[in-house]
């Protein structure tokens, strides 16, 4: 079964306590990406990735780094989060360019 | 720097009733989704429309676009309580990556 796999699901921490989401894929796709979901916003992106060792910028990249070593995983570092990144983290995977994206179950993120 | 507006951002209509969400943006753009977030639940895909004048349809759901205009739309017919959840649109951007910029949301709540 086609998935990404985001964990944890839900975690509550403290300021300055560098955490990582974890995102792993299972379909071989060249393409992932981070959003965060905000009230009255959206979706937006942070950052995202075209293939191995390939990463870039989306429009909200402040306070969070990405890697990518390997193509199935793409974690999501906050090396030092603060309360504004309290938020509903999505990863997403698709093929390059293709139309079908798929997203996975989304990570509930407190930071007090 | 694409803009999509989505309107409203609230709507709430009696079962059996008719509505249309708007989707506006701003530059040209190769392809719209259309998405549905049940509460703290990830995107289920709804639509992708490719080309100018594209129409779908699912069950009481059908999303047309007009590329020209920059607008798509969301028709929702006779609608059901199952219906109530968030609706984005998001507009492909970037070529061959699949970078999505949404819209705000519509919260849709079919009372019966």
């Known amino acids: 079964e086609a998935q990404v796999t985001q964990n944890p699901r839900y975690l509550i921490t403290v300021t300055g306590k560098k955490l990582t989401v974890t995102c792993s894929q299972n379909m071989n796709h060249e393409y992932m990406s981070w959003y965060r979901q905000d009230p009255g916003l959206g979706l937006r992106q942070i950052y995202y990735?075209?293939?191995?060792?390939?990463?870039d910028k989306g429009d909200v990249p402040e306070g969070y780094k990405v890697s990518r070593k390997e193509k199935r995983n793409f974690p999501l570092i906050l090396e030092s989060p603060s309360p504004n990144q309290t938020s509903l983290y999505f990863c997403a995977s698709s093929v390059m360019g293709g139309h079908t994206i798929y997203f996975g179950e989304g990570s509930w993120l407190t930071v007090v | 720097e694409l803009k999509v507006e989505q309107n409203p951002l609230f709507l709430s209509m009696q079962e059996g009733k008719n509505y249309t969400i708007y989707c506006n943006y701003s530059t040209t753009s190769d392809r719209l989704y259309w998405y549905r977030q049940d509460p703290g639940k990830s995107l289920e895909s709804l639509f992708v429309l490719l080309s100018n004048g594209a129409v779908k349809q699912e069950g009481r759901l059908m999303a047309s676009l007009d590329t020209k205009a920059r607008l798509s739309t969301l028709h929702i017919t006779a609608a059901v309580h199952d219906l109530s959840a968030t609706y984005f649109c998001a507009v492909g951007y970037g070529g061959a990556t699949n970078k999505l910029i949404f819209g705000t949301g519509t919260l849709l709540a079919v009372q019966p």
């Open positions: 990735s075209m293939n191995v060792e390939v990463t």
